[in-house]
């Protein structure tokens, strides 16, 4: 065995050891890539905690541009 072919192997076998998920959810896709690449894990646990749960039938936002720029996202996530 040649070792780029011993490098592909390592990386497949590092690929099925590291999980090798797959979606088809838009919501799952979109909150990976946030994770992965730009907010930390602990900050968007916190944003789920805030939403979820008792007290949480309804929300008043006070940016009126930015909720509806997530409404928006969420629409399009949910399409």
Do not use: H
Not at 24 to 47: H, T
Not at 55 to 75: R, V
């Amino acid at each position: 065995m040649s070792r780029e072919e011993w490098l592909k192997d390592e990386a497949n076998q590092l690929k099925i050891r590291s999980g090798n998920v797959y979606s088809d959810d838009k919501l799952v896709a979109f909150i990976y890539e946030l994770l992965r690449d730009y907010l930390p894990v602990s900050d968007v646990e916190m944003c789920v905690r805030n939403s979820t749960g008792p007290g949480t039938e309804e929300f008043n936002f006070c940016n009126g541009y930015l909720a509806d720029y997530a409404k928006d996202i969420a629409k399009r996530l949910r399409a």
